[in-house]
């Protein structure tokens, strides 16, 4: 075979080659979508597991006409809040911030959060639980620049301080039940982000680890207890918005 | 949601992965001539010319291996030109010379660079195959009767052999196994293709009447071993691929030493195909001309995704580091509730694509591995290989595509 033979192109191999590169490619897109459609799918479910878990737990309220503080055990819902929190941050990463189907997980979440809260408040109110709630409002990076640190730095407390529990919100979510935690607190629509009410106390702006330290020492024992940690997590629900 | 950087890493590994599918199918359709099986054995005179610069601690292990080789000896003629050097090599050179009077042959001539001793050989030479070898080389002892075979078809003018590493040590040599190992399966590719693009300096034979007709090497940038690959493609002289004809070389020990040949190499190929812009003429020059387009093309994509990698890479360590300070280096809280935790699986085609490639270049290796039955143990070097070939390759195109736009002149020897 002379080299110009070999070199001469065969216009139906480089067909093939881009048919097959053709296939592969759509193969990778296509476990792509498999692998994301699974993680929604895990999603429903384990936004279903926590709605079942809150709905049974305030029938236990109804029926004894009292909180069962016996038996009450808080942080298996509060692990189940955010290991939902961990997979829908994962899910908006994939499918975009934008997704209208993100977004409505993400209203879902945003309810959940707020039962979650109504019952711990019912919780520490009737069985005396010495729990310190954070109410985050966060929004995305070009509204709220310091968002992601106050996330990081909310995460890094919860961690520290068992008795933490922090809830965060899209400040911008279209949200009736969110506007009606807005209302009670008398946030207004124009509020310096990132907003933060550390029992009905709010803090406008982002506020350094000291400083949030330096408050929460007003409401709970600073000193970590870390034998009984029940954070177990490594996500903490306002990741949502990194 | 596709942001336009993803779209450029989708094209650019579309293209990777075009390449390598076209790669494949070719090594499968040509499976049975990926070694020449010869009848009948000949054995035409061969000259082999060794250029020397300062070779005097090298000059030993390549004489002696050509001695070596399984070759008739009387059919054999090694001239070793000794180009102004400043130390003892032509001494050396001499006394090899006294001891085999028959086969060595010793020039000496003021220092003018690789290409003018190469070209001094070759006018002493009387074989009817001629050839270069490097003085840090070592030369397999089939080698030369392997690579002879290929000239049996008349068509062959030039036969290049399949390089390795000489007992790499360190982590570098490592790397540059691997590469040549991977390179060996691709040349062979090419070959099938007609495609060669470079008569690899430590050795390559030429049929002596091709030489003629080709003329003297050049300067050509300091890469004349590329420069005579691409006039011959340009006369559509046959370059044929002697897989299983071996030689070894001796890696870069530093990453300066790297840095300066990779280079001189890339540098080379950017101005020697600027000298050869007719290769690129599809209708021309067929695969060649789509094989080079896509190295040229190749080098943008890989510059700009190892770019972007590399921003990602430092955006993440600056955000770490922006985190532990948030906290005031307070690290506590995870280490006493430490857990490992499986990071969520929610990949994006980009990294299933990109993972893919990882995948076939690492079928490359093992083909290479294999066709040139290698029996080294490669998981460390692999692995190396794959952390740091891509930024380091990137980085030797940038520096490249730089000195060749601005015409800086780089200091050899």
């Not at chain 1, 919860?158 to 911008?172: G, H, M, T």
């Not at chain 2, 495609?195 to 300067?219: D, M, Q, W």
């Not at chain 2, 280096?329 to 857990?339: G, K, S």
């Amino acid at each position: 075979m002379t080299n110009q033979q070999a070199k001469k192109i065969d216009w139906q191999k480089y067909l093939l080659v881009l048919f097959f590169t053709g296939l592969i490619f759509t193969l990778g897109f296509f476990f792509a979508n498999l692998i994301s459609k699974k993680n929604l799918e895990s999603l429903d479910s384990l936004q279903q597991n926590l709605r079942v878990d809150i709905l049974s737990l305030e029938t236990q309220f109804s029926i004894l006409n009292q909180t069962p503080c016996e038996n009450l055990n808080e942080s298996t819902l509060t692990q189940e809040l955010y290991d939902i929190a961990q997979t829908l941050t994962s899910v908006g990463n994939n499918v975009g911030k934008d997704n209208p189907y993100y977004l409505q997980l993400k209203k879902y979440y945003s309810i959940l959060e707020i039962k979650h809260w109504l019952l711990l408040q019912r919780a520490k109110k009737e069985c005396g639980l010495p729990l310190t709630f954070i109410i985050y409002f966060y929004a995305d990076k070009k509204t709220c620049p310091d968002c992601d640190n106050q996330g990081y730095i909310l995460t890094h407390l919860r961690r520290k301080y068992p008795d933490l529990r922090v809830y965060s919100f899209d400040f911008n979510l279209d949200l009736s039940a969110l506007d009606a935690l807005k209302s009670i607190y008398l946030i207004q629509p124009n509020e310096t982000l990132p907003l933060m009410i550390i029992n009905k106390e709010a803090l406008s702006g982002f506020q350094s680890k000291d400083k949030l330290e330096n408050i929460l020492s007003k409401y709970i024992e600073t000193t970590p207890d870390d034998e009984t940690s029940t954070s177990t997590s490594s996500t903490s629900p306002n990741d949502i918005d990194l | 949601m596709v942001t336009t950087i993803e779209i450029f890493i989708y094209i650019g590994i579309f293209f990777a992965l075009y390449f390598s599918v076209f790669i494949l199918i070719t090594a499968i359709e040509n499976k049975k001539r990926t070694y020449l099986k010869s009848t009948k054995q000949s054995f035409p005179l061969v000259s082999l010319v060794v250029p020397c610069f300062n070779e005097a601690h090298n000059l030993d292990m390549v004489v002696q291996s050509l001695l070596n080789l399984n070759y008739p000896k009387k059919q054999l003629e090694i001239i070793i030109i000794n180009d102004g050097s400043k130390d003892a090599t032509f001494e050396k050179a001499k006394a090899w010379q006294k001891k085999y009077p028959a086969i060595i042959k010793t020039f000496s001539k003021p220092n003018g660079g690789k290409h003018t001793a190469l070209n001094l050989g070759f006018e002493k030479a009387k074989g009817e195959i001629v050839g270069c070898v490097d003085a840090d080389c070592t030369v397999e002892k089939n080698a030369i009767l392997r690579m002879v075979n290929h000239f049996q078809d008349k068509e062959t003018a030039i036969v290049v052999s399949t390089i390795k590493i000489l007992n790499p040590k360190n982590i570098l040599e490592g790397i540059q196994y691997v590469e040549y190992i991977i390179s060996a399966f691709f040349k062979k590719v090419f070959g099938f293709l007609g495609s060669i693009s470079v008569t690899s300096g430590p050795l390559t034979l030429f049929r002596a009447s091709a030489l003629k007709e080709l003329g003297p090497y050049k300067k050509a940038h300091q890469t004349e071993d590329l420069e005579i690959a691409f006039r011959a493609q340009s006369k559509d002289m046959k370059i044929d691929y002697a897989l299983d004809a071996i030689v070894y070389t001796l890696g870069e020990k530093t990453m300066k030493g790297l840095t300066k040949q990779r280079l001189r190499w890339r540098r080379g190929f950017l101005l020697n195909l600027r000298d050869y812009p007719g290769l690129l003429n599809l209708k021309k020059h067929g695969n060649l001309a789509f094989c080079l387009a896509y190295n040229t093309f190749g080098i943008l994509i890989s510059v700009s995704i190892t770019a972007y990698s590399l921003f990602r890479l430092f955006n993440f360590v600056f955000m770490k580091i922006n985190q532990a300070v948030l906290i005031n280096f307070d690290f506590n809280p995870y280490l006493a509730d430490f857990r490992f935790v499986l990071p969520h699986f929610n990949p994006k085609p980009t990294l299933i694509l990109s993972s893919l490639c990882l995948v076939v270049m690492l079928g490359f290796l093992l083909l290479g591995k294999k066709l040139t039955l290698d029996t080294t143990r490669l998981k460390e070097k692999a692995l190396f290989y794959l952390l740091f070939y891509a930024f380091f390759n990137a980085m030797w195109w940038v520096m490249a595509g730089w000195s060749a736009i601005f015409k800086r002149e780089l200091v050899w020897n």
